[in-house]
């Protein structure tokens, strides 16, 4: 939904007045209101794929200016996925967008840039690194997630050992836990909940990583690990429900959940009515972006068990293939990002591109971290997550945020000047 980054990317809104300009939030097809096809979207997914949003982004530019009979410089803002978008809008239109700001744009996290091989390892180890001492958690917070996950998957092994966990653990549906493998399920499904809170661990309180619906707070993934800060010693219940209490900083950041994982008890699947059954399997298969790795934006994740706090597991392109052509109908194209936007070969010949990264965030392992050319510039943020210099300012933004935001106006303002140099030159 486009009003999330239209509520959050202060960027724009605090430095319009400045360059006098006009702010555009131009809502990606298939995300929130502008999905097409109504009920039937999922039988029409082939229009669905970043060319056609960046299309549509051009034709949109193109027709504004024409409807106000302006020409006037375009600049582009995108963090994440946004981020992505408007580096590729740059490299791909031009002659329409004269420079883009890319926060936490994980642009060279593909597989087959012969200039730049994937870290599948990257995003762990950094979210690894915001549990660790050296961001801010507490010391014992990283051994104690390894201890607990191993210990919840030898409590799975019994069936006395699920009931136990299941308690511990406060599940909405105590007899979920049938088998092993359940178990296996519950505790990657918990311990994933620290991607999101490395993600949003900001320096002040912040709604956008849960979308709005909740707060998480200041720094979240040091409050997370208070929870795992004592020694714990054999004490495996007490140790199980400090895990517990430390994914509950995300999972129930709205503070009012009385147990885990609640699910309705009536689905809509089960209804006799077709729009309800389909709406139902739109609600399933969730926002469409599983549908956009498949297809065009695979990213493998593995762990090496030692540099991060995840067990050891290589990523798996057969199990993904399977998985895409399961879920989506589509067949895996593990390349085509590399092929379609050309990684870090294209990026080098590319211009007037800014790159954010924040040490925190666990996509900047897969962004550019080193400036390419004067113009395709890498913009360090010690202290910051997910794109945080596109948000408001605020009074806790540490120094090199608000470093790296004046390097960004610098090129902002170098992006303007140049066109109006180049238009003048052209009237001569």
């Not at 096809?37 to 949109?60: I, K, P």
């Not at 210990?151 to 299941?166: D, F, K, T």
């Not at 809509?268 to 926002?287: F, L």
């Not at 294209?346 to 007037?352: D, E, G, M, T, V």
Request: glycine share 8%.
């Amino acid at each position: 939904d486009v009003t999330l980054y239209l509520n959050h990317t202060g960027l724009m809104w605090e430095n319009a007045a400045a360059f006098n300009a006009l702010i555009v939030f131009a809502e990606h097809r298939y995300f929130g209101k502008s999905v097409p096809f109504g009920l039937d979207v999922l039988d029409h997914l082939e229009f669905l794929s970043t060319q056609q949003a960046l299309a549509d982004y051009a034709v949109l530019i193109e027709a504004l200016k024409l409807e106000l009979n302006t020409d006037v410089p375009v600049i582009g803002f995108g963090g994440s996925y946004g981020g992505m978008l408007a580096t590729w809008f740059r490299m791909k239109y031009p002659h329409i967008v004269d420079g883009v700001i890319a926060g936490s744009a994980p642009v060279v996290g593909f597989l087959g840039d012969p200039d730049h091989p994937a870290d599948s390892e990257g995003f762990n180890r950094v979210v690894t690194f915001d549990m660790s001492e050296a961001a801010g958690s507490a010391a014992n917070c990283i051994p104690n997630v390894r201890r607990a996950m191993q210990a919840a998957i030898a409590m799975g092994e019994s069936s006395a050992g699920r009931q136990e966990l299941a308690e511990l653990f406060n599940l909405c549906d105590p007899d979920s836990l049938q088998t092993p493998e359940d178990v296996a399920d519950l505790v990657a499904a918990t311990s994933g909940a620290y991607g999101s809170l490395a993600m949003g661990n900001y320096p002040y309180p912040s709604s956008y990583i849960m979308e709005g619906e909740s707060v998480l707070p200041t720094y979240p993934m040091r409050v997370a690990c208070e929870y795992l800060a004592a020694d714990f010693e054999e004490d495996t219940a007490a140790l199980i429900a400090g895990f517990r209490d430390s994914v509950g900083v995300y999972y129930n950041s709205s503070q009012s959940e009385s147990c885990f994982f609640a699910t309705a008890t009536a689905s809509a699947t089960e209804s006799s009515s077709s729009s309800a059954s389909k709406q139902a399997e739109i609600d399933r298969k969730g926002n469409l972006w599983g549908y956009l790795e498949c297809s065009e934006l695979y990213v493998p994740f593995s762990s090496d068990g030692v540099h991060d706090f995840y067990p050891a597991e290589a990523a798996d392109q057969s199990q993904d293939a399977a998985a895409c052509l399961e879920q989506w109908g589509v067949q895996l194209k593990p390349l085509w990002a590399q092929t379609e936007y050309g990684g870090m070969k294209a990026l080098r010949a590319a211009s007037n591109i800014v790159l954010s990264n924040g040490n925190f965030d666990p996509w900047s392992a897969l962004g550019v971290l080193k400036s390419l050319s004067p113009s395709v510039v890498a913009v360090p943020v010690a202290g910051g997550a997910h794109h945080l210099d596109l948000f408001f300012t605020h009074p806790l933004d540490p120094p090199a945020l608000t470093a790296a935001r004046e390097v960004e106006l610098t090129h902002m303002r170098r992006w303007v000047d140049e066109f109006y140099a180049f238009k003048q030159q052209g009237e001569r």
